[in-house]
Nanobody
Framework: QVQLVESGGGLVQAGGSLRLSCASS????????MAWFRQAPGKERDFVSG????????AYADSVKGRFTISRDNAENTVYLQMNSLSPEDTAIYYC?????????????????WGQGTQVTVSS
């Protein structure tokens, strides 16, 4: 069983940075995928970035490429999302998710475990 807990959200001015963390209480196996999604008010939950636990294959949404960086700490079972050059359009609840399969997908329904979410608010 995997339980995910996000942290690191908050209020930041446009152009600022935040680092989100997602800690798993259960072991993340090599063929799992960890991902970040976000959901703004009134909008669907969108893929932000994902990483295969072993092998390190990484994907980003076009809207965050060059600004966000996903990384992992295998020993700590923790995945991070470094967010730079934030804009008001990045305001959303950010969710960590785990997929018990090797293929990195961008569809929320493909993920088996979810964290409770952390709010990111970017002021203009």
């Amino acid at each position: 069983q995997v339980q995910l807990v996000e942290s690191g959200g908050g209020l930041v001015q446009a152009g600022g940075s935040l680092r989100l963390s997602c800690a798993s209480s259960g072991r993340i196996f090599g063929d799992y995928v960890m991902a970040w999604f976000r959901q703004a008010p009134g909008k669907e939950r969108d893929f932000v970035s994902g990483i295969r636990w072993y092998g390190g294959n990484i994907a980003y949404a076009d809207s965050v490429k060059g600004r966000f960086t996903i990384s992992r700490d295998n020993a700590e079972n923790t995945v991070y999302l470094q967010m730079n050059s934030l804009s008001p359009e990045d305001t959303a609840i950010y969710y960590c998710a785990c997929r018990r399969s090797w293929d990195l997908q961008a569809t929320p329904s493909g993920y088996d475990y979810w964290g409770q979410g952390t709010q990111v608010t970017v002021s203009s």
